[in-house]
């Protein structure tokens, strides 16, 4: 994949992320508060992903993924958007569709660690 294209994906994927933030509701989601620098008033309503932290050998938290900010989505509401998954049916990717039979997703989505194509077994929107 080449320099131009690649950076041109990685700009696509930043401008919908600002666009999903710039167009949030309120809502009654359950949520927590969380100082996270760059904001305002610094408590942004953190969404855990993930019910368990990961942790390394230490027993120290390595990574807590989560969404800063955002909302829960109920099926059908975002039809554009798609789920990537595994032939036994767990996401592990999220995509844009682009016509019927083009779907934008990030490149790591579609490679594995020596850079060799595979296809998902299914998307879901």
């Known amino acids: 994949m080449n320099f131009k294209f690649s950076t041109s994906i990685v700009l696509l994927v930043l401008l919908l992320c600002a666009n999903g933030v710039m167009n949030q509701e309120d809502d009654d989601t359950p949520t927590t508060e969380q100082d996270y620098?760059?904001?305002?008033?610094?408590?942004?309503?953190?969404?855990?992903?993930?019910?368990?932290?990961?942790?390394?050998d230490e027993g120290d938290i390595k990574w807590f993924p989560r969404i800063i900010g955002g909302t829960p989505a109920v099926m059908g509401e975002f039809?554009?958007?798609?789920?990537?998954?595994s032939r036994l049916g767990s996401h592990f990717c999220g995509g844009t569709l682009i016509d019927l039979s083009h779907i934008l997703t990030a490149s790591h989505c579609v490679t594995d660690s020596r850079a060799q194509v595979f296809n998902p077994a299914s998307v879901r929107n």
């Open 37 to 56: 620098p760059g904001y305002e008033d610094d408590d942004v309503p953190v969404i855990p992903v993930y019910i368990q932290p990961r942790f390394d």
């Open 79 to 85: 039809p554009g958007k798609v789920s990537v998954q």
